[in-house]
């Protein structure tokens, strides 16, 4: 059995941190981590979907790491956000409050790109 962890992010005294990330949350979503997603190739479609995520604030999103054998770490390219490792089905997961967009990657294969619209 592998265990599902869900880990709160841990709310910055940074004026970035502090106004974009939240606990507080009205809707979820979940973006999935894929199979095979550590590949290199141009198609950011094969490493996260859905990909680009359009969401609401306050919508908490939740990384889920379905890539069987590889291992991945979700960061925002702005470093407002940083997961830890993720294993297969191990989850991540955040509430952005502030209307933006926010590219991120993954840490270990950075050709590995997302993109969260928060509208
Ligand atoms: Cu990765």
């Known amino acids: ?12 005294f940074t004026s970035i ?5 939240s606990c507080a ?3 979820e979503t979940t973006i999935d981590i894929l199979s095979g997603a550590a590949q290199y190739d ?3 479609e094969n490493d996260f979907s859905p990909n680009p995520s359009m969401v609401g604030s306050r919508t908490k999103i ?3 790491n379905k890539d069987f054998r590889v291992p991945h770490l979700i960061k925002a390219d702005n470093d407002l956000f940083k997961s830890p490792m993720l294993v297969f089905d191990q989850e ?3 509430v952005l409050d502030k209307k933006g967009i926010y590219p ?3 840490e270990v294969h950075p050709w590995m790109k997302g993109l969260i619209e928060v509208r």
């Not at 941190?17 to 990330?21: A, F, G, P, R, V």
């Open 17 to 21: 941190s502090s106004s974009s990330l």
């Open 92 to 94: 991540y997961s955040l």
């Open 1 to 12: 059995m592998f265990s599902r962890v869900v880990l709160a992010v841990i709310i910055g």
């Open 42 to 44: 141009d198609n950011l």
């Open 104 to 106: 991120y990657h993954c």
């Open 62 to 64: 939740t990384w889920i």
């Open 25 to 27: 949350f009205s809707n």
